[in-house]
């Protein structure tokens, strides 16, 4: 099992849609997550952490669900600049240097 | 906060030569630092990590090596490139007690 799984998209929408992007994680014992977000042939760049109790940063909300090891963000009145890739991850508690594992991302793509 | 400066920002190299990769931190000491690369179309691969000066762990055995010979900078090296070293190569940055991570602007490297 991948240590971070995405459905890559695309995911093409309209503007003003409501999108929702999953992830699931397979080390038990994570502890932080993260939505980065990654703009065509640019860094990837931190959207938003992800807490227990779910939280919400204006058209974004995330949610954890620690039982069934899933991720979720959901955008709300998609813009066009929302158009990126949505990068999953997670911290590998194991390791020095607290590693962070990227999923491969998911794409979307907003139009007029 | 921190700024992490990359450079070059691309570069063209042969196959069989050698590779010389810097990053730089501003704003913080005594950051764990990262070397990530990211292939067209995949996610991205820790390569290596430090925790401190001189100290390097190594994620995925291969041509490459990274040094740490002050506290904000970080090098990728490698002494004959290969072909399948062409990628994004990305530095980043944890600092603190938090285990997110930031991205300098990254470097892209095409092997001919």
């Known amino acids: 099992r991948k240590e971070v799984e995405q459905d890559p998209g695309p995911f093409n929408v309209p503007e003003g849609a409501t999108v929702a992007f999953n992830c699931t994680y397979s080390n038990s014992a994570s502890q932080s997550f993260f939505w980065y977000r990654q703009d065509c042939r640019k860094e990837p760049k931190l959207l938003m952490s992800v807490y227990s109790s779910g939280n919400e940063d204006g058209r974004f909300t995330a949610q954890l669900n620690r039982a069934s090891q899933y991720i979720s963000l959901l955008i709300r009145d998609s813009k066009l600049s929302d158009s990126a890739t949505y990068l999953c991850?997670?911290?590998?508690?194991?390791?020095?240097?607290?590693?962070?594992?990227f999923g491969k991302g998911t794409t979307l793509s907003v139009s007029s | 906060s921190q700024t992490i400066h990359q450079w070059p920002a691309t570069l063209v190299q042969p196959v069989g030569s050698p590779l010389s990769l810097e990053c730089t931190v501003e704003g913080t000491s005594n950051p764990n630092l990262y070397w990530y690369r990211q292939a067209a179309g995949r996610g991205l691969q820790l390569l290596f990590y430090s925790v401190g000066i001189g100290q390097i762990s190594s994620e995925v055995p291969q041509n490459l090596s990274a040094s740490r010979p002050q506290d904000r900078q970080f090098i990728l090296s490698s002494k004959k490139l290969l072909l399948s070293d062409s990628g994004f190569y990305l530095c980043?940055?944890?600092?603190?007690?938090?285990?997110?991570?930031?991205f300098g602007p990254g470097t892209r490297l095409t092997v001919t």
């Open positions: 980043a940055c944890r600092a603190g007690s938090s285990y997110e991570q930031y």
């Open positions: 991850v997670v911290n590998l508690p194991q390791q020095a240097g607290t590693a962070l594992i």
